[in-house]
């Protein structure tokens, strides 16, 4: 096992000026919605951090999470941090492979049992004993079961883990569910999106490096600070759905002006991220400001909600066709009862006749 | 116009003995409500049904209805009065009678009892309510079906069972029958009135009421002087001479066809093309709209009222009359049957205009005229006396608002009510009749 | 299946199916009740203007009714047109009916929908009142004008918190909002709630007999 260095000795070893750390303590304070007054704290903490041990495991995805937070144009504090944790096992990012990645993976959690990070990319499928995702002839769902039992706590990145995702979605023939469904007696946190923005995870991984525990967590066990509120609320064009001004298509007077995309089926009003706020790319930029309408990718079944260039306010009902067999019915049945009616009354008058 | 005062004072006095004459009919509770219910159930038609599928509560009927209006009485709500029509309805024949079945009850005796004062004593099926409701519910041609399933479970009053079963059982009314009327119309050519009688071929069949035989004898006497005037081939029959309908007043089909069957069959026997309907209010629906159905097809003659047909003549030129004087200062009521019910709204002011008298409308008139609130035989219902008076009171109001000295009508029922209603209040405007007045305005030569 | 799913997706499919089928039963049936040929001569054979008359000149009575009947003719036009804007004239449900019928129209800003909204509201609850303290209206009431009082006071109370976002969390005020709605729907073919449709036949009707007699209904 390595020495531990301290977040704070590592930092400085690569340059990082203590008013640079304190900035970024000051910036992670504010989007954690701490109060100034925390700040000291948060860098106390952060300084001491050592390093936790992760084990990172990716089942049925397709890496875009991995590549999320690891994707950076210029080394940012995000990547140094997640560089300080010690990521003793990552399919993609790892250099082993084969038996030796297995073995780094038994001695992790042997080492640090009942103290490592769990995180998890990816869905879990249960369809014909979930032989539909192996790592070296295990299962993802044994290998769930069999890692979970050690870890401090669970963090599902990205809605595959969190919520089901992609495979998930109809007709889900893997039988695929979120980490949730199989682990319930460890602390879980869901930090869903399809990828989440990088700065939520560090966020989050920042908080349990600073208190040793998880943030305040929602319903859906979201971290309330960055999933609390919702695309809608936040938007920068909402002043345009309240004054009733939509882009009709991607190209016409509207979509130029920046109106609201809401008839293209923007899903804001129900999607609960931070994108609208924290944004993308270190605050360049998110779906809807580059002119195309939030799909809700953070949101439980977000890719069986109806078409993402569906406006929200469409059904998700049956057919017209349906509809207008219902109609055949029940004129059919009017007939039948005014049928009824008229025999009724020539009972009555055949009564008159006698 | 003089009318024989000591008959009205008779006539007054009569009235409120006049049910004792009823024999009503020996029926089992259950009976009754059985009879009651069939007879809605074959009464009933695809119009009723949409209209009774369509109140929405809006209460403007009542503000439309006379009764209503003169009591602020919540229980005369037009559309109340089909309550019992409506429940069967959605009991037997509405398409969604399964589920009414589970929260409407059926009728029941006491409904039928309590019913009564609301479908006879308080509705004179003016049929002014239709006029307002938003959904277009033909109200008063359901009550008259209300009084069907009353009249067959024997359940009318007293005065209008004693009237219909004279005229069904008798062939005759207030005790003047055939030979009754051949001796007053023999009294009339006596004293020099040329009144054909029971001619065997005719142009125009001339029909009366019982009312004008003994009361309004002037009208009898003023429309025979005008069918002379006209020179027309006309004729009054022995055999088809009541034009007034208790039948259709009642509720009691038989007595209704019997009744109109008389003229039908009068009118055949001398070939008359024309049959002219008296002053009188239900004898023109009677004649003009239901007798053709009654009996089966197209009737053979066309049938007037005789203020249409006054009209018509002015109009046509036919009929040249005196001026009676610009200091005649008069309004006219639009009798419910003959106007709103069926048309005939701008003859008589063809007629009034002829006159030349000073002619002002009221301020609701026409097609949307107050009733005098003695229609549909609600003159002679002694338990509704009360509410005839308080109804009556909106009339006073809207004659006096004209400042006429007097109101012309074309219907003797509305003349008997007003008569009435105008002693009971002390009323000082008078009360005239439109063919007297024609007749008065004869050019003599 | 969260609640909105739910109101999105199936009780949406069954509570459309239950208003058509529900509508057409009874429309049909009522209209097929027997009918008899009038067999008397008409004064009038343009019944079918007539008929069509009526069905405009009932929207307002005629001036010798308006003393007694005018608030209510005007409250009641107030609560249909607040109503007609915020049902229709709010772009999220015009894309609804687009999604349905493949028909839309332009929208109006969304606060004045809520101002529609607001004034809606405030006259269905001046009405009700009306209804439960006028004797002549609470003697001819029923059941089913209370029912359907509410039924048409939920889904727009419901539409304003959704949108206002109070009562709870943003989905579920939604969700609650949209089962109203399907409640409605439901309700439509069985109350009162049917004049909408019933309205334009019975006013006919009158207008054709009357036009029959020689009347201007």
Known sequence: MKEEKTLAERLRERGVTRRGFMKFCAATASMMALSPAMIPRVAAALQQAKRPSVIWLSFQECTGCTESLTRSHAPTIEGLIFDHISLDYHHTLQAAAGDHAEHARDEAMQENWGKYLLVVDGSIPLKDDGIYSTIAGITNLAMLKEVAAGAAAIISVGTCAAFGGLPMARPNPTGAVPVSEIIKDKPIVNVPGCPPIPVVISGVLAHFLMFGRLPELDALNRPKVFFGQSIHDRCYRRPFYDRGQFAETFDDEGARKGWCLFKLGCKGPITYNACATAKWNEGTSFPIEAGHGCIGCSEPGFWDKGGFYDALSKGTYGSAEGIALAAGVGAAIGVAAALGSRSRQAKADRKEEV | MTINMEIFQQFAEQLPHLGEHAQPPQMTDAARVETARETFVRKLDGRMAVDLESCIHCGHCASACHFYVGTEDPKYAPIRKLDLLKRVYRRELSPLRWLHRLYTDDITVKDLQEWQELVYDSCTECGRCSMVCPMGINIAGMVNVMRQGMARAGMMPAELMAMEQEQGGHDSLFGVGPEQMKGAIAKLQEAGVDIPLDKHEADVLVTTSVIDIILFTDGLIATARIMNHLGLNWTLRSDGYEAANFGLLSGCERVQKIASEKIVLAARACGAKTVIIPECGHAYPSMRWEAANEHGGKLPFEVLAISEFLGREVKAGRLKLNTLGRDRKVTYHDPCKLARHSGTIEEPRWVLDALGVDFREVDSGRELNWCCGGGAGVFLINSASELRQQAFQVKIKQVEKTGADSVVTACGSCRLNFMNGSMRSNWDKGIESLVELVAEALPTH | ?217
């Not at chain 3, 005629?62 to 229709?88: D, M, N, P, Q, W």
């Not at chain 3, 509410?150 to 976002?165: E, S």
Request: glycine fraction near 8%; avoid cysteine.
């Open chain 3, 1 to 217: 299946m969260t609640l909105l799913d739910f109101a999105r997706g199936p009780a949406l499919e069954w509570s459309l199916i239950i208003f058509v089928a529900g509508s057409l039963w009874r429309l049909v049936g009522a209209l097929l009740v027997r009918r008899k040929r009038d067999l008397s001569e008409p004064r009038s054979r343009s019944t079918v203007a007539g008929g069509i008359r009526t069905v405009f000149s009932r929207m307002f009575p005629r001036k010798e009714f308006h003393s007694k009947t005018l608030f209510a003719v005007i409250a009641g036009y107030v609560l249909h047109f607040g109503l007609a804007i915020t049902v229709f004239l709010f772009t999220p449900h015009i894309l609804f009916i687009d999604g349905l019928l493949g028909i839309s129209w332009p929208g109006i800003p969304n606060n004045l929908v809520m101002f529609a909204g607001v004034v809606t509201i405030a006259t269905l609850v001046a009405l009700l009142i009306r209804r439960m303290t006028t004797p002549l209206l609470k003697k001819i009431s029923s059941a089913d004008d209370y029912i359907s009082w509410v039924m048409t006071l939920l889904p727009v109370l419901t539409g304003m918190m959704a949108y206002a976002h109070i009562g709870g969390p943003y989905q579920t005020v939604l969700a609650i909002h949209i089962l109203t709605v399907e409640a409605m729907l439901i309700w439509f073919p069985f109350g009162k709630l049917f004049h909408a449709v019933l309205w334009i036949p019975s006013r006919a009707q009158m207008g054709a007999a009357m036009q029959r007699r020689g009347v201007k209904a």
